[in-house]
Nanobody, 127 residues
Framework: QVQLVESGGGLVQAGGSLRLSCAASGRTFSTGALGWFRQAPGKEREFVAAITFRGAFGATYYEDSVKGRFTISRDSAKNTMYLQMNSLKPEDTAIYYC??????????????????WGQGTQVTVSS
């Protein structure tokens, strides 16, 4: 049984940082992509970042509003993905979900392409 478990969420002041982790079990991911999505109250789930398994470090993709502030990475040995979030803003407040897609086909930004999802972790940024 495949499980994705997020951790690292919490309450932080604007300008602060958080590091989210997503630990996978039940399957070793080596193809496709791993992604982070978020959902704020009353809004649809939106893409945040993704990383593929192309090459040694993978290709990374970011939603425009987080470019330069968030960094996605993965540790294949630990079957774990991370999202380093710096310079957090109140508008980053949401439940953050990690997800995994098996097929190495685009697009990585479409949540419907992902096969497995974590339960989510709350990130709250106060002003």
């Amino acid at each position: 049984q495949v499980q994705l478990v997020e951790s690292g969420g919490g309450l932080v002041q604007a300008g602060g940082s958080l590091r989210l982790s997503c630990a996978a079990s039940g399957r070793t991911f080596s193809t496709g992509a791993l992604g982070w999505f978020r959902q704020a109250p009353g809004k649809e789930r939106e893409f945040v970042a993704a990383i593929t398994f192309r090459g040694a470090f993978g290709a990374t993709y970011y939603e425009d509003s987080v470019k330069g502030r968030f960094t996605i990475s993965r540790d294949s040995a630990k079957n774990t993905m991370y999202l380093q979030m710096n310079s957090l803003k109140p508008e980053d407040t949401a439940i953050y979900y990690c997800a995994a897609k098996i097929k190495p086909t685009p697009p990585v930004r479409d949540p419907r392409r992902y096969d497995y999802w974590g339960q989510g972790t709350q990130v709250t940024v106060s002003s």
